[in-house]
């Protein structure tokens, strides 16, 4: 089971507030970004529009998000993250952290380090070619 799924599970029973993932990362992106369209969040989150409203009817039957409709169109409608959507957040994000903690304080500082400098070359990588004095490396 991955991070995120575990930290939605826990808040699940210390909230008793049942998020899935994709709802947990439309959360973050209203936390990150502030108030969106539906539209936005659709090409944020690379889903279609009905999937959104979806996605946003259920958060908003529990409380984690308010929507409403736009004047100029009354077809769109903005949604904006609530206390308790922020909560939400701000807990699953406390869990994600003390598990990565509790598993990098498993490793010995040698291997911390390994796991650094792994990561960087990996994200160097994600990155693609860099252009340096004129080579593409």
């Not at 947990?24 to 690379?46: F, P, Q």
């Not at 406390?94 to 598990?99: D, F, H, I, K, P």
């Not at 500082?109 to 160097?124: I, K, N, V, Y």
Request: aromatic share 2%.
């Amino acid at each position: 089971m991955g991070l995120t799924a575990i930290a939605l599970a826990s808040v699940e029973h210390q909230r008793g507030i049942r998020v899935t993932v994709p709802e947990y990362r439309t959360l973050v992106l209203l936390a990150t970004h502030g108030e969106r369209i539906a539209s936005e969040l659709a090409a944020d989150l690379g889903v279609t529009r009905p999937a959104v409203t979806r996605i946003v009817s259920s958060l908003a039957s529990g409380g984690l998000v308010s929507r409403r409709r736009m004047e100029a169109d009354r077809r769109q409608f903005r949604v904006t993250l609530t206390h308790a959507g922020r909560q939400v957040v701000d807990s699953a994000t406390g869990e994600r952290e003390r598990q990565l903690r509790t598993a990098l304080g498993a490793l010995s500082p040698a291997q911390r380090r390994g796991l650094l400098r792994a990561l960087t070359q990996f994200h160097g990588a994600l990155a693609g070619p860099s252009i340096d004095s004129g080579r593409v490396s």
